[in-house]
């Protein structure tokens, strides 16, 4: 199964702004966010308690899972990828191995697809290095307004979340930098207080705090 890959020039320049928002877009966000609560926790509890996640098998790429019929069905994709080509915005190294290079990141990418537009979701990206330690995460609360705005959208696409109404699909991404550097930053610590290391590290994802999609990758040394 391979997975969406937007091409196009917009794609491309998007991904050369800055994923920084403003502090005025930080409010906006968090502003929302703290309205969404309440009913992120009731449809959560609707959706029931059932298992609806995932791991990625052995060799596959990319896991994909049904959601919920609380978000009006649809499938969850997971898969992860090296870099974002600038001439057509087509995502490169799909895999799940991956060496430590200068400046560069693992981008580990969360698909909705066939999703109502204007389901709020609370989705968290969860980084874990390979002794079991939860190192990065990534929070993120959509509401219902954000996929009828063009602002809010764009507010959003700063945090690399991005809405697409009309195709009743959404994608949010998370990177984490494996520059050889962060090797050399912990040289003074003592083995069992290194954090970045090569093995086999893990992404998981949650949505309204349950488990969606899971995979590994393979973290190697530069070549």
């Given at each position: 199964?391979?997975?969406?890959?937007?091409?196009?020039?917009?794609?491309?320049?998007?991904?050369?702004?800055?994923?920084?928002?403003?502090?005025?877009?930080?409010?906006?966000?968090?502003?929302?966010?703290?309205?969404?609560?309440?009913?992120?926790?009731?449809?959560?509890?609707?959706?029931?308690?059932?298992?609806?996640?995932?791991?990625?098998?052995?060799?596959?790429?990319?896991?994909?899972?049904?959601?919920?019929?609380?978000?009006?069905?649809?499938?969850?994709?997971?898969?992860?990828?090296?870099?974002?080509?600038?001439?057509?915005?087509?995502?490169?190294?799909?895999?799940?191995?991956?060496?430590?290079?200068?400046?560069?990141?693992?981008?580990?990418?969360?698909?909705?697809?066939?999703?109502?537009?204007?389901?709020?979701?609370?989705?968290?990206?969860?980084?874990?290095?390979?002794?079991?330690?939860?190192?990065?995460?990534?929070?993120?609360?959509?509401?219902?307004?954000?996929?009828?705005?063009?602002?809010?959208?764009?507010?959003?696409?700063?945090?690399?979340?991005?809405?697409?109404?009309?195709?009743?699909?959404?994608?949010?991404?998370s990177r984490y930098g494996v520059s050889p550097a962060r090797l050399e930053e912990q040289f003074?610590?003592?083995?069992?207080?290194?954090?970045?290391?090569?093995?086999?590290?893990?992404?998981?994802?949650?949505?309204?705090?349950?488990?969606?999609?899971?995979?590994?990758?393979?973290?190697?040394?530069?070549?």
């Amino acid at each position: 199964m391979s997975p969406r890959e937007p091409i196009g020039a917009a794609r491309a320049s998007r991904s050369l702004r800055s994923t920084i928002p403003s502090p005025a877009e930080r409010r906006t966000v968090r502003s929302h966010t703290a309205v969404l609560c309440c009913g992120l926790l009731a449809l959560a509890v609707l959706g029931g308690c059932s298992d609806y996640g995932a791991w990625a098998p052995e060799g596959a790429d990319t896991v994909a899972v049904a959601l919920p019929a609380s978000l009006g069905g649809g499938e969850a994709k997971l898969f992860l990828y090296r870099i974002t080509s600038l001439e057509t915005g087509e995502r490169l190294g799909v895999g799940r191995t991956f060496a430590m290079e200068e400046r560069r990141q693992v981008r580990a990418v969360l698909q909705f697809e066939q999703i109502d537009p204007g389901t709020p979701l609370l989705v968290h990206f969860l980084w874990i290095n390979p002794d079991g330690k939860e190192l990065f995460t990534k929070d993120i609360a959509i509401a219902e307004a954000d996929w009828h705005s063009a602002a809010r959208r764009d507010t959003l696409a700063r945090s690399l979340v991005d809405l697409y109404p009309e195709e009743r699909r959404l994608e949010i991404e998370s990177r984490y930098g494996v520059s050889p550097a962060r090797l050399e930053e912990q040289f003074h610590k003592v083995e069992e207080r290194r954090t970045f290391k090569e093995g086999i590290w893990e992404v998981r994802t949650y949505l309204f705090r349950k488990r969606l999609l899971s995979t590994t990758f393979e973290l190697t040394r530069p070549e």
